[in-house]
T-cell receptor, first 113, second 109 residues
């Protein structure tokens, strides 16, 4: 157990809908990173938040957005869902943006029909 | 950009040492190598990291070659619970971890 929680655990949406995924970081951590993991692939970096500011973004379209709250929990929002958005979405917390020792939550499994 | 190369899959007998190699020839001098593992459908779990020297913790040992172009993760006495996908990774140009496909390790009884 890492102390990082994510909700919901599973979600089914249809194309075109919007989804919000939530992540609570480990106590003492101020940085949250979000990843998308398609079946059989490694995690792909979406973006990172450090002290409520975005601190880096991967190769994902603008319909992937997020925010971080003062308690360092975070949300990932995906608009206009596409079938290819079906994946495991992982959040990871760390002590800071340069700490690559990350502690992952269990993930949210999203299925887009 | 950061790139790692690992065997797609490996087998190991329970109780024996599992040696998982990783090639990271494009790593620069001040970047750490990180190892994580992912048990089926769970979030990745941090194992160990290192820069130049060999490292050991309660989970594993990490051997890094002198030229730092490759490393080996060693699980000294593999158990069935060590069956997982193992990833070696390091930070890319934007200082964010880049993940490959990993090695699927099967520990057999």
């Amino acid at each position: 157990e890492t102390g990082v929680t994510q909700s919901p655990t599973h979600l089914i949406k249809t194309r075109g809908q919007q989804v919000t995924l939530r992540c609570s970081s480990q106590s003492g951590h101020n940085t949250v990173s979000w990843y998308q993991q398609a079946l059989g692939q490694g995690p792909q970096f979406i973006f990172q938040y450090y002290r409520e500011e975005k601190n880096g973004r991967g190769n994902f379209p603008p319909r992937f957005s997020g925010l971080q709250f003062p308690n360092y929990s975070s949300e990932l929002n995906v608009n206009a869902l596409e079938l290819d958005d079906s994946a495991l979405y992982l959040c990871a917390s760390s002590r800071g943006p340069k700490w690559e020792t990350q502690y992952f939550g269990p993930g949210t499994r999203l299925l887009v029909l | 950009d950061a790139k790692t190369t690992q065997p797609t899959s490996m087998d190991c007998a329970e109780g024996r040492a599992a040696n998982l190699p990783c090639n990271h020839s494009t790593i620069s001098g001040n970047e750490y190598v990180y190892w994580y593992r992912q048990i089926h459908s769970q979030g990745p779990q941090y194992i160990i990291h290192g820069l130049k020297n060999n490292e050991t913790n309660e989970m594993a040992s990490l051997i890094i070659t002198e030229d730092r172009k490759s490393s080996t993760l060693i699980l000294p006495h593999a158990t069935l619970r060590d069956t997982a996908v193992y990833y070696c990774t390091y930070a890319g140009n934007n200082r964010k971890l880049i993940w490959g496909l990993g090695t699927s390790l099967a520990v057999n009884p």
